[in-house]
């Protein structure tokens, strides 16, 4: 059953400029009261959710389950393929095939092998009713690697229907990815059948995959499209620090490990460049890090004072931030949603009616509905 939360919790405004470059503190005059539903509860670290087009709702856990919401009622799927289920490894996300009234078709990302062999996969399915049929892999990061952490995992589909794919340096593996014969540390493009498609700026290269899009990449938790300005977003994880929002182009280098903000874990410097010539700066950069996951760019009705701003989960600092833009994507300031909440926050989505739809990172996870 769904269940108010107090909405007196539900909203803080922070003055964060140090934590992002260029930004200015912001602090406004009157802002929203943020109301939150329990849409789900009881939920294995929900990872991702997907709005399905003629209405319904479906969410991944981590540990490979997929639920279907439709009004308050929530049913397992299943036929879902099996995944590697260990450390940060699991069922990530899922997307809706841009002709999903038509074919029935999802994709689902998630890690796939053992600990010693393993790497992220995305495999397209049919669903039907609350079952999963014809589950066909239709790309897989290959030479897989062992270890269960760092997978990246989110997807995006792009106005040339192609789909977009972050991959993960694999933690141990990070000189890799700078290395375009490695799928370790990129952000991939792929056709809908999990092809390389024309375009791809490394497809002419003989030592390069053809499915990499841009490289130099730690863990990429967070990918959204603004048909508005016609960009993509990525964000990622930085080591001890050096967490940071990107604007993804073609063929781009965005440093990693070659350049950063961060430490390592240790204390230890990993590089002793925070920029490099060539490689991309970050657009915004949080340092300490605030561990984001999921991000979504605001336009609905609901929020109109929102509109194209990048709105990211943080699971460290558990909040939403919103990072607001200017109309040429410009950082003007950032602010911090749902603090009182408490809540690790691992996705984040802006839902048809312009609600806001955020999972909680926990064994016995939650999607919340955020309103007005």
Known sequence: ????????????????????????????????????????????????????????????????????????????????????????????????????????????????????????????????????????????????????VHFGGRMVLLPDRTLLLTTGDGFDFREQAQRLDSPLGKVMRLTLDGKVPAGNPFSGVPTAQGSVWTRGH?????????????????????????????????????????????????????SPYRTYKGMEDGLVVWVPSIAPSGMAVYRGAMFPEWNGDLLVGALVDREVRRIRLSADGRVLGQESLLK?????????RVAPDGSLWVTTDDPAGKVLRVSR
């Open 340 to 348: 009182g909440l408490g809540e690790r926050i691992r996705d984040v």
């Open 1 to 148: 059953m769904r269940r108010p939360i107090t909405a007196a919790a539900a909203f803080l405004l922070a003055a964060l400029a140090p934590a992002a470059a260029g930004a200015q503190a912001l602090v406004r005059p009157s802002a929203p009261v943020l109301k939150t539903q329990v849409i789900a509860s009881g939920l294995d670290h929900p990872w991702s959710i997907a709005f399905l087009p003629g209405g319904g709702v479906l969410v991944t856990e981590r540990n490979g389950g997929l639920r279907r919401i439709e009004g308050e009622r929530v049913t397992r799927v299943t036929g879902v393929p099996k995944v590697f289920n260990e450390g940060q490894g699991g069922l990530f996300d899922v997307l809706p095939h841009p002709d999903f009234q038509q074919n029935g078709l999802i994709f689902l990302s998630y890690a796939h092998g053992t600990r010693a062999a393993n790497g992220t996969r995305v495999a397209r399915a049919k669903l039907v009713g609350n079952c999963l049929l014809e589950v066909t892999p239709i790309y897989t990061a290959t030479p897989l690697k062992r270890g269960p």
């Open 218 to 270: 730690r863990n990429p938790q967070g990918l959204a499209h603004d048909p508005v300005r016609g960009v993509v977003f990525e964000h990622e994880h930085g080591p001890k620090g050096g967490d940071e929002v990107n604007v993804l182009k073609a063929g781009a280098n965005y440093g990693w490990p070659v350049a950063t903000k961060g430490l390592d874990y240790s204390g230890a410097t990993i």
